[in-house]
């Protein structure tokens, strides 16, 4: 497969494994609502806002929706969107191979992005999530109004669609809402107890690999004789045909006199319409659109330059999640995403570098919280509730020499282990830490740390001694034990089949 470089590719592709883990540190001044709300609120640089979320969360987004800077060379009030091209490619590669990693089996992933740099954006999308997960290329024609001043007047916008793994993906994903057009097709004019359907023709064309049995006479109730039209056969093979008739599911008219038809009903057919790659204004508003809900929101301010309309985010959330599935934007901006996500019902994570983390995205997510009526609030019924916890980022678990933050407790340092040793989130199970993390493909994870089992003392927790070891939650196969130290001689840990790492030289620092 190709793959696009550019100049200093080689450390960008290295740059994630780089980035160190640092602590989310909760400001519950700027939290709202539901305490027990999952929603998070996170400011600081997304890069490394997503490596802290990796142990918690690898595997489990289901949507991901992302509106980086296009790079389009222009002065942006809220973004420096004037990059070098290479440097863009260099700061979009690490972010996506993270993202990558937070998504589910089931997940996608929506970027928009314009011309200036979507066609590159495609080729890295290809190498991180693979050629074969591409979904679609979709348009949105985000004005319905022509520029004049320029040479050509470009009225829309890329959303680019790729699926962790599009197998998976495309029997999973949801279809749009029926529309009041496609309904009207059906009906039930001879009240048929199976409900209302549409007809379709009873032929088909007689190409290659037709059987012989699908070329016959077709007697109707009042007695005419209809054959298949010119280069065309029957549907069905004749005793097929007539075993429709009796299950009354070929329609005649209501005389009885016209070429059969088969009956379709609604109740046995995809209810919902198939997405399509282009998404019209008038379906999910514009650019003028979202300014307007901006300015609604915060009036008397400029709103960003580039902001989404809630139906544009709304839809692609409807087509990829279900209700309590999480969604994540890193790129959030004035908080569209998550808004949207908090009214259909869906768990989120937003991520926003700037103040207006601070002076946008909280207030307006308070004002969805307490119900405010803006957006697709009418349309999803939205009455208020609910709520979020904001963050913001702390210090690296470890410092520059590799010791551990001496502010890192248990369960950040658990989950940190045993993501780099399953490269899976940490379940809690309960709210009493235990030393056994869990067990992965038949291996046992234990922490020794920060008095687990009681007290600091040389046998009270941190050290693995036989006493220690004989207060541990049994496993019978493999374990893997970390801590400061252990009294265990090698033949003793091979007996015990222990492999003992010792904290915090042989966890991870990246």
Same mark, same amino acid.
């Given at each position: 497969m190709p793959i696009l470089h550019w100049l200093n590719d080689e450390e960008a592709r290295k740059t994630s494994s780089r980035v160190l883990y640092r602590l989310l540190e909760a400001d519950e001044t700027l939290s709202y609502g539901d305490s027990n709300a999952e929603n998070m609120l996170i400011q600081g640089d997304n890069l490394d806002a997503l490596k802290a979320l990796l142990p918690y969360y690898a595997g489990q987004v289901r949507c991901i929706y992302i509106d980086p800077p296009y790079n389009t060379r222009s002065a942006f009030e809220h973004y420096d969107d004037n990059l070098e091209h290479s440097t863009w490619l260099s700061t979009i590669?690490?972010?996506?191979?993270?993202?990558?990693?937070?998504?589910?089996?089931?997940?996608?992933?929506?970027?928009?992005?314009?011309?200036?740099?979507?066609? /590159?954006?495609?080729?890295?999308? +290809?190498?991180?999530?693979?050629r074969d997960n591409?979904? !679609? @290329?979709?348009?949105?024609? $985000?004005?319905?109004?022509?520029?004049?001043?320029?040479?050509?007047?470009?009225?829309?916008?890329?959303?680019?669609?790729?699926?962790?793994d599009r197998n998976i993906w495309k029997n999973i994903r949801n279809p749009l809402p029926?529309?009041?057009?496609?309904?009207?097709? /059906?009906?039930?004019?001879?009240? +048929?107890?199976?409900?209302?359907?549409?007809?379709?023709? !009873? @032929?088909?064309?007689?190409? $290659?690999?037709?059987?012989?049995?699908?070329?016959?006479?077709i007697t109707t109730p009042s007695g005419r004789k209809i054959d298949p039209p010119a280069g065309r056969c029957w549907l069905y093979t004749e005793p097929r045909f007539l075993e429709m008739v009796q299950d009354n599911r070929i329609w005649f008219g209501a005389d009885g006199e016209n070429a059969p038809r088969v009956k379709k009903f609604l109740s046995e057919v995809q209810t919902g319409l198939v997405p399509s790659s282009l998404w019209m204004h008038s379906e999910v508003g514009t650019t003028g659109t979202a300014k307007a809900e901006i300015t609604s929101l915060f009036p008397g301010e400029t709103p960003f330059s580039t902001p989404k309309p809630e139906k544009l985010i709304e839809r692609l959330i409807q087509i990829s999640t279900n209700e309590n599935d999480i969604v994540l934007d890193s790129f959030l901006g004035s908080g569209t995403t998550a808004a949207v996500a908090h009214k259909m019902g869906r768990r989120y994570i937003g991520i926003e570098m700037g103040d207006h983390a601070i002076t946008h995205c909280v207030p307006r997510l308070k004002k969805v919280v307490d119900g405010e009526q803006g957006g697709i609030s009418e349309d999803v019924n939205w009455q208020g509730g609910g709520g979020f916890h904001f963050y913001k980022l702390g210090e690296s678990i470890f410092d520059e020499e590799g010791k551990?933050?001496?502010?890192?407790?248990?369960?950040?340092?658990?989950?940190?282990?045993?993501?780099?040793?399953?490269?899976?989130?940490?379940e809690v199970r309960s709210k009493k830490a235990s030393p056994l993390l869990g067990v992965h493909n038949g291996i046992a994870y234990y922490l020794l740390y920060n008095g687990i089992l009681g007290d600091k003392s040389k046998d009270g927790g941190n050290v693995l001694t036989g006493k220690i070891l004989a207060s541990l939650p049994p496993h019978q196969g493999q374990k893997v034990i970390y801590g400061e130290l252990t009294t265990f001689s090698s033949q003793r840990l091979a007996r015990e089949n222990i492999i003992f790492k010792?904290?915090?030289?042989?966890i991870k620092a990246r």
């Amino acid at each position: 497969m190709p793959i696009l470089h550019w100049l200093n590719d080689e450390e960008a592709r290295k740059t994630s494994s780089r980035v160190l883990y640092r602590l989310l540190e909760a400001d519950e001044t700027l939290s709202y609502g539901d305490s027990n709300a999952e929603n998070m609120l996170i400011q600081g640089d997304n890069l490394d806002a997503l490596k802290a979320l990796l142990p918690y969360y690898a595997g489990q987004v289901r949507c991901i929706y992302i509106d980086p800077p296009y790079n389009t060379r222009s002065a942006f009030e809220h973004y420096d969107d004037n990059l070098e091209h290479s440097t863009w490619l260099s700061t979009i590669y690490p972010r996506l191979e993270i993202l990558r990693d937070l998504l589910s089996p089931e997940g996608s992933i929506w970027v928009s992005i314009d011309d200036t740099e979507g066609h /590159y954006l495609k080729v890295l999308l +290809d190498e991180i999530f693979g050629r074969d997960n591409f979904v !679609a @290329h979709i348009v949105w024609q $985000k004005s319905h109004t022509r520029e004049n001043r320029t040479d050509v007047s470009t009225v829309h916008d890329t959303v680019l669609l790729f699926a962790k793994d599009r197998n998976i993906w495309k029997n999973i994903r949801n279809p749009l809402p029926s529309s009041e057009s496609q309904l009207e097709r /059906y009906s039930n004019p001879d009240n +048929d107890p199976r409900g209302p359907w549409a007809s379709l023709p !009873a @032929h088909a064309k007689a190409e $290659k690999g037709r059987r012989k049995e699908q070329f016959f006479t077709i007697t109707t109730p009042s007695g005419r004789k209809i054959d298949p039209p010119a280069g065309r056969c029957w549907l069905y093979t004749e005793p097929r045909f007539l075993e429709m008739v009796q299950d009354n599911r070929i329609w005649f008219g209501a005389d009885g006199e016209n070429a059969p038809r088969v009956k379709k009903f609604l109740s046995e057919v995809q209810t919902g319409l198939v997405p399509s790659s282009l998404w019209m204004h008038s379906e999910v508003g514009t650019t003028g659109t979202a300014k307007a809900e901006i300015t609604s929101l915060f009036p008397g301010e400029t709103p960003f330059s580039t902001p989404k309309p809630e139906k544009l985010i709304e839809r692609l959330i409807q087509i990829s999640t279900n209700e309590n599935d999480i969604v994540l934007d890193s790129f959030l901006g004035s908080g569209t995403t998550a808004a949207v996500a908090h009214k259909m019902g869906r768990r989120y994570i937003g991520i926003e570098m700037g103040d207006h983390a601070i002076t946008h995205c909280v207030p307006r997510l308070k004002k969805v919280v307490d119900g405010e009526q803006g957006g697709i609030s009418e349309d999803v019924n939205w009455q208020g509730g609910g709520g979020f916890h904001f963050y913001k980022l702390g210090e690296s678990i470890f410092d520059e020499e590799g010791k551990i933050n001496p502010s890192v407790r248990f369960r950040t340092l658990a989950a940190h282990v045993w993501f780099t040793e399953t490269h899976t989130p940490l379940e809690v199970r309960s709210k009493k830490a235990s030393p056994l993390l869990g067990v992965h493909n038949g291996i046992a994870y234990y922490l020794l740390y920060n008095g687990i089992l009681g007290d600091k003392s040389k046998d009270g927790g941190n050290v693995l001694t036989g006493k220690i070891l004989a207060s541990l939650p049994p496993h019978q196969g493999q374990k893997v034990i970390y801590g400061e130290l252990t009294t265990f001689s090698s033949q003793r840990l091979a007996r015990e089949n222990i492999i003992f790492k010792q904290v915090p030289y042989d966890i991870k620092a990246r």
